[in-house]
């Protein structure tokens, strides 16, 4: 039962420290991204189109 008790306190501990570093690296700006909005307005967008091609027949009739 004492096990249990420990691997939620490790595994709080380690919650805790992915979400200080998740902060830390909001507030450090690593998620800002400022150049890819500029130069997307650059790049066409290429619409999917389905030709619909219809396949003559082979068969003959006798």
């Known amino acids: 039962?004492?096990?249990?008790f420990i691997l939620i306190a490790?595994?709080?501990m380690?919650?805790?420290s992915f979400l200080f570093l998740f902060f830390k690296a909001m507030k450090?700006?690593?998620f800002?991204?400022?150049h890819t909005?500029?130069?997307r307005i650059l790049f066409e967008n290429e619409t999917k189109t389905k030709d619909k091609k219809q396949?003559?027949?082979t068969?003959?009739?006798k």
């Open 37 to 39: 909005p500029a130069i």
């Open 1 to 4: 039962m004492e096990v249990i």
């Open 32 to 34: 800002d991204d400022n």
């Open 55 to 57: 396949v003559p027949s």
């Open 10 to 12: 490790i595994s709080l």
């Open 14 to 16: 380690l919650a805790g």
């Open 59 to 61: 068969t003959k009739s």
């Open 28 to 30: 450090s700006g690593q």
